[in-house]
């Protein structure tokens, strides 16, 4: 969507003049978001309302309220979460930073457990041969004591050595035993790691060329060998017996009882729909990505402002273009409304629900054919009689995509904006908005956020989570009302140094609602463009533009950046933007649960991509993070309540919740890892803490009408 910025920005000394840039404004690079002061233009389709600017509400944030913060559901127990924290510091990976990048896994031993079965048995018919022998030697025996009462001395010497070669021979089949037993428990084991491994799917399933592409499967195969092997040894497992009693095996994962930090039971989860969906999204599809290539793909790689990807476009982001051309398209009904000034936003020019339609059965019909060519029965599923002849495959997957995709891409269609609203929130004006006290924004036990910008990965996933409750209960028609705002605080200290830092939260509505967290924030955020002026940007960026505008920001200052999953989005999306970098000195930026691995942000900038390596968001960008000296990857292994569930326990719902994030973060902080101790470094650099250092919080509200 095309929408012209009409604002209110702070002059460079600070102060507010009343400048309002109308439509006409020129926004070429390097060119400052507003010009001179001019008369307000009338309110056209497309253009974006400023009401009021924000003004500083700390105080109204984070003033000491009537009692603590209360505890975030499932999250109220301090003993669990401090076992959470110590899992998640002991079993985080990091791959990139000042360590250089990690391997992915490959090469390993492959254990045969048939063949230690067939041991375990061998030892035990040797040890029932030795106890055969042993049997046979009573007699023997008995009759070399009888053959002793006569006093000969041979006969006495006989029955005592005797008894010795009886004693040996019992300790020898003791022996055979226990290393029976022993390679029992081994063959446990490993059959352990081989249920963890497969989990709901089948070695034949795992065979396939789609089951083993990709070094995410790799990778998560050693990972989960590695927790297996982990939690085995923390719950004592010494026998088979032990063995029996303390694991138990559920169709998605592992519970081995007293086998997690401090007693607690260890949740072993194998490979999920995360891991096949990674590895699935970074088949390569050819080309260059940047649209210089013969083949077919979107230009997703550097051609669009985004890293380029090793071996060209990936299916993750040519289905991320398609699927965002066809949801844009397709809030054009009629297929006459084009407002990007390159014809390119919302899909083709012009492109309506008809075009979007017969585009889908042109795609689908060679996988229609191939279906028929290799499974020749089916053929029958694509014959109508009613005009006379058999159907061609392109004209039966057109009538299919029409029935079946017009109901689903209604409910879902991207669609213009007639009107924007950002608001400035006030003191004033913030109950009205439904602005939360901090006495009533529910946290994780033992986490805290006391409101100031945070200089470590932990106080960063805090005041994520914090601010994703800034703004809650009910509306008038007894639903949550939803948070659709964008923080922004200053950090001034007592020589006047300040830094600025955005915090921007998660997706709240999965459809085109009026909001900004929403399906069209996911969609503008993945394919915007890094030489995109400010006032294209997507919603939640311009308005933490306007929201660092009034806080006072000047060019040159330092700002760091962070967010969780779209939020995520729009921080790295904010950091590769070459007006937004141009203006402002980007020192840093946190990401949890995002797919941000396709964003080029130069080495100038601390980069750091939490993952749960559960949580199926980060991996639909279709491409691996990059690992280099700025930018770094840390993976969780957090418990999460369903993830041994039906519901979500295949999916990975469950770990993209922040609040898991916010906890995990504990032990990223907490494991003092090389990578993870120079990303705090820079944050800790450049934003003023400690005493004296005074913290102002600004606070705006965005919608939008259709």
């Not at 004592?236 to 007693?263: H, L």
């Amino acid at each position: 969507m095309s929408a012209r910025l009409v604002t209110r920005m702070p002059a460079q000394d600070g102060t507010r003049p009343a400048a309002v840039a109308g439509p006409g404004t020129d926004t070429g690079s390097g060119a400052a978001l507003t010009s001179a002061p001019a008369a307000a233009p009338e309110m056209a389709a497309g253009v974006t309302e400023v009401h009021g600017t924000a003004e500083d509400l700390q105080g109204v944030l984070f003033a000491g309220g009537t009692g603590p913060r209360p505890a975030a559901e499932g999250f109220e127990d301090a003993d669990a979460v401090a076992a959470a924290v110590e899992g998640a510091a002991t079993s985080m990976e990091v791959s990139g930073g000042v360590v250089g990048t990690g391997a992915d896994g490959a090469g390993g031993v492959r254990v045969d457990t048939t063949v230690v079965a067939a041991l375990a048995d061998a030892l035990s018919g040797v040890a029932v041969d030795l106890g055969f022998a042993l049997a046979g030697m009573a007699p023997l025996a008995v009759e070399l004591e009888l053959w002793s009462l006569s006093g000969q001395p041979q006969a006495a010497h006989a029955t005592a050595l005797a008894g010795l070669v009886a004693m040996d021979l019992l300790g020898v089949v003791e022996e055979v035993a226990a290393t029976g037993g022993r390679l029992l428990l081994a063959q446990l084991r490993y059959a352990t790691l081989e249920d963890a491994l497969t989990g709901a799917f089948s070695r034949a399933a795992l065979e396939t060329p789609l089951g083993a592409v990709g070094s995410s499967v790799v990778r998560e195969v050693s990972r989960t060998a590695e927790d297996v092997d982990v939690a085995l040894a923390r719950a004592g497992i010494d026998s088979p017996e032990e063995f029996g009693r303390k694991v138990e095996f559920t169709a998605f994962g592992i519970i081995v009882r007293g086998g997690g930090p401090r007693g607690t039971d260890a949740l072993i989860r194998g490979i999920g729909l995360d891991d096949i969906a990674d590895a699935a999204l970074r088949v390569p599809l050819g080309g260059t990505g940047d649209g210089t290539g013969d083949d077919d793909a979107p230009a997703s790689g550097t051609g669009a402002g985004r890293a380029p990807s090793s071996g060209g476009v990936t299916l993750g982001q040519y289905l991320r273009s398609r699927a965002v051309e066809m949801l844009s398209a397709y809030g054009h009904p009629e297929g006459t409304v084009n407002d990007a000034a390159d014809g390119t936003a919302g899909g083709a020019a012009g492109t309506g629900e008809k075009d979007v339609l017969a585009a889908a059965g042109g795609i689908l019909a060679p996988v229609v054919a191939a279906l028929m060519l290799d499974a020749p029965g089916v053929t029958r599923w694509y014959t109508a009689w009613r005009t006379g002849r058999r159907l061609r495959p392109a004209e039966v997957a057109e009538r299919a995509v029409t029935h079946n995709l017009r109901p689903w891409l209604t409910s879902q269609a991207l669609r213009p904006a007639t009107r924007e609203v950002f608001t400035g929130l006030t003191p004033a004006n913030a109950a009205a908005h439904r602005m939360t006290g901090m006495d009533r924004r529910p946290l994780p036990a033992g986490v805290e956020n006391p409101g100031t910008i945070p200089t470590t990965v932990a106080g960063t996933a805090a005041a994520l989570k914090d601010a994703k409750n800034i703004v809650s209960g009910a509306g008038p028609d007894g639903k949550p009302v939803e948070n659709s705002t964008v923080m922004v605080q200053k950090a001034v200290d007592e020589q006047g140094r300040r830094t600025f830092s955005v915090v921007l939260t998660g997706t709240e509505e999965w459809v085109d609602s009026p909001g900004v967290h929403d399906l069209k924030g996911i969609a503008e955020g993945m394919t915007a463009r890094a030489d995109a002026p400010l006032t294209e940007l997507p919603q939640a960026q311009r308005m933490a533009v306007q929201a660092l505008q009034d806080a006072g920001i000047q060019e040159g200052d330092a700002v760091v950046l962070s967010g969780h999953s779209l939020g995520g989005i729009d921080a790295a999306g904010l950091a590769a933007n070459t007006q937004f970098r141009g203006r402002y000195d980007v020192e840093a930026v946190t990401t949890y649960g995002a797919p941000v691995g396709d964003f080029a942000i130069p080495e100038s900038t601390s980069v750091m991509a939490v993952e749960h390596v559960d949580d199926v968001v980060p991996a639909l960008d279709g491409v691996a993070n990059p690992d280099s000296g700025h930018r770094s990857t840390v993976r969780l292994s957090t418990p999460y309540a369903s993830a041994l569930t039906g519901d979500s326990g295949f999916t990975g719902v469950g770990a993209h919740d922040m609040n898991l994030y916010a906890v995990g973060s504990q032990g990223i902080s907490q494991s003092h890892h090389p990578a993870v101790a120079a990303h705090e470094q820079r944050l800790a650099d450049v934003v003023p803490h400690g005493a004296g250092t005074r913290t102002e919080t600004y606070v705006y509200e965005g919608w939008e009408e259709h």
